[in-house]
């Protein structure tokens, strides 16, 4: 491929000034609506009978969105020492919705992520750093830090021994069947650990997720209040200043309108036998809005994207001037691939204006109309935001090579939009059953949207990872190779097809 095929191709498109007005249009699409979205989202909650901003979630030190709720039970600690305590069991409650109007229908139960166990955290503090040990309602014992981080020890529950030792910066965990006989869990490094920090008892219970089935196979899901209690003995601490007596801390309870706490957790000590009630969870926070949602106009501005190349690739045999490009240079492979990188290039030079400029615009009328967005990392910020191009770009390249191989532009815009739209949409959409979404977002050119995901899935952490709640099933990266996979393989057979048949 030479420079002056691409040059002779960048003439073509730059010199129809409708198709230079569809690619602005298309930038202009990404913006607005983005913008049209964040002016329509508004968020408040109620104290009584007035209506509040609603909080922002804590932050944990690393700038992310956390959930940090539960009941503590703990002692200061001055530099090294350690915790030991055996949880002899768990028991808790479900909220289920009510059977009978007023009747409150609670079940007996623990849920699977439910925890209870020991901690060390840099203070009492929402979003302070913490490692902790645990046995868990389903998932075995484990060791968890900094909210994102989550280690599985063995897979029996209570009864059983735990030990978190800290060394400096470092925290172990450990497990015992039966205090004599222990194993690693796992370790965390909390650089910049203070010198004084609690260490202790603690319990939380996330929510009861259930997802619902719609008559055409979709799904919903619900998150409903539960709480564990935990009973714990044999507990032992060691280290400077562990001396004083228990600090009591329900850790991000929320206070009803009389000002008393809600769903507020409980401590109970008998002799060396403690009791603790928890809610609430110590996880990030999925829950909130993502900086992909501020991108809602990709979608259209894909159809007009797919438009204007379609017309890119077909405008010669409509108007019987393809003979004359295939004399000027024979070799009709290269001019395929030249006319794709043109309007590859061309389209990612729009796109990325806008989707760089919409997410922080948008995120600015956000929080001023009361809604959080959910920070991300620098990278990711960044892979979205060039993804989302690319995204654009390379379905521009698809929508070439369909033109070229079906050399109708209608009949290449339906098959462009079939390939790429459809599946998003009806993905997407709660229509079809979950593990159908996930296969169309596999196996069709619609994988490329995963390139927008910005939360990924956490094991340990309850919640409806389907298509329909933005979560896709490649890694984002994976999923924008299928959409590539596609289009190279399109534009393949588009340049063979040019190589083997007439004009």
């Given at each position: 491929?030479t420079?002056?095929?691409?040059?002779?191709?960048?003439?073509?498109?730059?010199?129809?000034?409708?198709w230079?007005a569809?690619?602005?249009?298309?930038?202009?699409?990404?913006l607005?609506?983005?913008?049209?979205f964040a002016?329509?989202?508004?968020?408040?909650?109620s104290?009584?009978?007035?209506e509040?901003?609603?909080?922002?979630?804590?932050?944990?030190r690393d700038?992310?969105?956390?959930?940090d709720?539960?009941?503590?039970?703990?002692?200061?600690?001055d530099?090294?020492?350690g915790?030991?305590?055996?949880v002899?069991?768990?028991?808790?409650?479900?909220?289920?919705?009510?059977a009978?109007?007023?009747?409150?229908?609670?079940?007996s139960?623990?849920?699977?992520?439910?925890?209870?166990?020991i901690?060390?955290?840099?203070?009492?503090?929402?979003?302070?750093?913490?490692?902790a040990?645990?046995?868990?309602?389903a998932?075995?014992?484990?060791?968890?830090?900094?909210f994102t981080?989550d280690?599985?020890?063995?897979?029996?529950?209570?009864?059983?021994?735990?030990?978190?030792?800290?060394?400096?910066?470092?925290?172990?965990?450990?497990?015992?069947?039966?205090?004599?006989?222990?194993?690693?869990?796992?370790?965390a490094?909390l650089?910049g650990?203070?010198?004084?920090?609690?260490?202790?008892?603690?319990?939380?219970?996330p929510?009861?997720v259930?997802v619902?089935?719609?008559p055409?196979?979709?799904?919903?899901?619900?998150?409903?209040?539960?709480?564990v209690?935990?009973?714990m003995?044999?507990?032992?601490?060691?280290?400077?200043?562990?001396?004083?007596?228990?600090?009591?801390?329900?850790i991000?309870?929320?206070?009803?309108?009389?000002g008393?706490?809600?769903?507020?957790?409980?401590f109970?000590?008998?002799?060396?036998?403690f009791?603790?009630?928890?809610?609430g969870?110590?996880?990030?926070?999925?829950s909130?809005?993502?900086?992909?949602?501020?991108?809602?106009?990709?979608?259209?501005?894909?159809?007009?994207v797919?438009?204007?190349m379609?017309?890119?690739?077909?405008?010669?045999?409509r108007?019987?001037?393809i003979?004359?490009?295939?004399?000027?240079?024979?070799?009709?492979?290269?001019?395929?691939?030249?006319?794709?990188?043109v309007?590859?290039?061309?389209?990612?030079?729009?796109?990325?204006?806008?989707?760089?400029?919409?997410?922080?615009?948008?995120r600015?009328i956000?929080r001023g109309?009361?809604?959080?967005?959910?920070?991300?990392g620098?990278?990711?910020e960044?892979?979205?935001?060039?993804?989302?191009?690319?995204?654009?770009?390379?379905?521009?390249v698809?929508?070439v090579?369909?033109?070229?191989?079906?050399?109708?532009?209608?009949?290449a815009?339906?098959?462009?939009?079939?390939?790429?739209?459809?599946?998003?949409?009806?993905?997407?959409?709660?229509?079809?059953p979950d593990?159908?979404?996930?296969?169309?977002?596999?196996?069709?050119?619609?994988?490329?949207?995963?390139?927008?995901q910005?939360?990924?899935?956490?094991?340990?952490?309850?919640?409806?990872?389907?298509?329909?709640?933005?979560?896709?099933?490649?890694?984002?990266w994976?999923?924008?190779?299928?959409?590539?996979?596609?289009?190279?393989?399109?534009?393949?057979l588009?340049?063979?097809?040019?190589?083997?048949?007439?004009?």
């Amino acid at each position: 491929m030479t420079a002056r095929l691409l040059r002779a191709e960048w003439t073509k498109l730059r010199t129809v000034r409708g198709w230079m007005a569809g690619l602005a249009a298309s930038s202009l699409l990404v913006l607005g609506l983005g913008l049209l979205f964040a002016a329509g989202g508004h968020s408040s909650c109620s104290q009584g009978p007035v209506e509040v901003p609603c909080p922002t979630p804590p932050l944990s030190r690393d700038g992310r969105a956390v959930e940090d709720r539960f009941f503590f039970v703990s002692r200061s600690l001055d530099g090294d020492g350690g915790i030991t305590a055996r949880v002899t069991a768990m028991n808790g409650q479900i909220r289920l919705p009510d059977a009978t109007p007023g009747v409150r229908n609670v079940v007996s139960g623990v849920v699977p992520w439910a925890k209870a166990g020991i901690m060390v955290k840099e203070s009492t503090k929402q979003g302070a750093a913490y490692a902790a040990v645990m046995v868990t309602g389903a998932h075995g014992v484990r060791m968890q830090h900094d909210f994102t981080e989550d280690v599985a020890g063995s897979a029996g529950g209570a009864p059983r021994w735990l030990r978190l030792t800290r060394t400096g910066e470092t925290i172990t965990g450990e497990e015992s069947p039966d205090g004599r006989r222990w194993t690693t869990v796992g370790t965390a490094r909390l650089t910049g650990l203070a010198h004084r920090v609690r260490i202790g008892l603690f319990a939380a219970s996330p929510g009861d997720v259930r997802v619902v089935r719609n008559p055409l196979g979709g799904s919903a899901s619900a998150s409903r209040f539960t709480e564990v209690t935990a009973t714990m003995d044999e507990v032992t601490v060691r280290g400077a200043g562990t001396g004083g007596t228990w600090s009591r801390d329900d850790i991000g309870v929320e206070l009803g309108p009389d000002g008393n706490p809600h769903h507020p957790g409980a401590f109970v000590g008998n002799g060396g036998t403690f009791a603790l009630t928890g809610t609430g969870d110590i996880a990030p926070d999925t829950s909130n809005g993502r900086i992909e949602h501020a991108l809602t106009g990709v979608l259209i501005a894909l159809v007009v994207v797919v438009a204007v190349m379609v017309s890119f690739a077909t405008a010669e045999y409509r108007r019987g001037l393809i003979r004359t490009t295939l004399l000027a240079g024979p070799r009709r492979g290269r001019m395929a691939v030249a006319k794709a990188v043109v309007a590859g290039a061309a389209t990612f030079a729009f796109a990325l204006p806008a989707t760089a400029v919409t997410p922080p615009l948008a995120r600015g009328i956000l929080r001023g109309n009361g809604v959080f967005t959910l920070p991300v990392g620098t990278l990711t910020e960044v892979r979205v935001v060039v993804g989302v191009a690319a995204l654009l770009a390379v379905a521009a390249v698809l929508a070439v090579a369909l033109g070229l191989l079906f050399r109708r532009g209608a009949a290449a815009a339906v098959a462009a939009i079939t390939a790429l739209v459809v599946p998003y949409v009806l993905a997407t959409a709660s229509i079809l059953p979950d593990e159908v979404s996930r296969w169309l977002l596999r196996l069709t050119p619609a994988a490329g949207f995963a390139v927008q995901q910005s939360i990924p899935e956490y094991a340990h952490v309850i919640g409806h990872y389907a298509p329909a709640a933005g979560y896709f099933p490649l890694p984002p990266w994976a999923g924008f190779a299928v959409l590539c996979a596609y289009a190279v393989v399109a534009l393949g057979l588009a340049a063979y097809r040019l190589e083997r048949r007439d004009a």
